[in-house]
């Protein structure tokens, strides 16, 4: 349920021992990204650089870059030493925070002919009107959960420096998208755990006085999430609803009638990628991620290039494509994310000709089983109250949205 926040009584803000600037994505240094991202309590493989990469170079064309860098005052840009410059640690360690930040209106002239299926169910919660100019969390398309990457101990200042620079009208000239300044900041698929959202919650509360903003703080959606902790399979099977774990037992038991099921998982190559492509279409058709449309080309696009950056990250990898086979026959394929405690199921294809074999089912039931024998805790459904997620056991996290905006003119 949305949540107008009043605004706090007029006050002269406290200086903040940190300040924000916008700073080109190319020009932060990798290993700052990676340092932040490892020292950040709510990151999540949705926060890597791997992602914001292969997301700008998918889809550069839709929005506008607006990362903001936080640094102790009076250190220097990042871009004004060159962004191949990492070999400077004065400056690469001086970056205390990143918050990862795109803008562009609400609603762009080529939306109808460009979105794939993850856009056109529309905005939840409050809207803004289509021509606002928004700033989003950057790459929000496309990924579950968005923070700030920040040391815990630097929190409250980034997140004061942050909403300063909103303020002073610093973030809100680009020349590639002229000079209108932000209508509404669109905070969304901030975890309910994430100490940044309260952070940065608080620090904007202390300027609406200042400022004419207005707040609101709402549930966007939810992730279902399913323990794996301390079971093997046949204990957590022995944990589900009676009906799910007997229908799931009966249709493993069918397909083990047909041959061997079993998860394998491969090699990010673009042949592993195309295989995944051809079975997600072959299930979804046109309500897929990769039709032949401007959409379906970017997805396409983006998770090509998100393989190929992830393929030479090594023992860092966390992309991870697999597939399920009964006997030879591949019947389902997956493309999730594994950090070494947590699975995150991002999507799926199957065999629509394999309904003998419950693809659905005993695809997600070997893919699971995988990840539980692996040791994973947890394995995340991601965004989406699907009925069948549920079935898995899977308990709702909420994720949640902040939408700050404009209530007089600045």
Known sequence: MTQPLAAAPLETPVAPSLVARPEPFSAIPRDAWDSLLAATPAATPFSRWTIHRAWWDAYGSTAHEQYLICTRAGSDSPAETGPADTSDMSATSDIRAILPLMHRHAVEPDDAISATVLRRTGPSGRLVPPDAKVIYMAASYHIDYATMLCQP????????????????????????????PWDAIDLRRLRHDDPARPALEEAFRAQLGRHGWDLCQEVEDVCPVASLQGADWEGYLASLDKKARHEIRRKMRRAEAAGEVTF???????????????????????????????????????????????????????????????GERVIFATVGFDD???????????????????????????????????????????????????????????????????????
């Open 264 to 326: 394998s998982q491969s090699q990010p190559t673009p042949e592993a990628v195309a295989a995944f492509i051809e079975l997600h279409q072959a299930r979804w058709g046109r309500d897929g991620l990769f039709p032949d449309t401007a959409g379906g080309h970017r997805s396409r696009r983006f998770l090509e290039r998100l393989a190929e950056l992830e393929a030479g990250e090594g023992d860092g990898r966390q992309l991870q494509l697999g597939q399920v086979t009964v």
């Open 153 to 180: 101990a630097d929190l409250a200042g980034a997140a004061a420096a942050v909403v300063e620079s909103f303020a002073s009208g610093a973030t809100s000239s680009d020349p590639d998208h002229g000079d209108q």
């Open 340 to 410: 070494g405690t947590t699975c995150y199921f991002y999507n799926a294809g199957m065999d629509p000709d394999a309904r003998a074999l419950s693809p659905g089912v005993t695809g997600t039931a070997a893919y699971l089983r995988d990840r539980l024998q692996a040791g994973r805790q947890c394995f995340d459904f991601l965004r989406g109250d699907e009925p069948y997620k549920y079935e898995w056991g899977a308990v709702d996290q909420p994720i949640h949205r902040l939408l700050i905006t404009r209530t007089v003119d600045a």
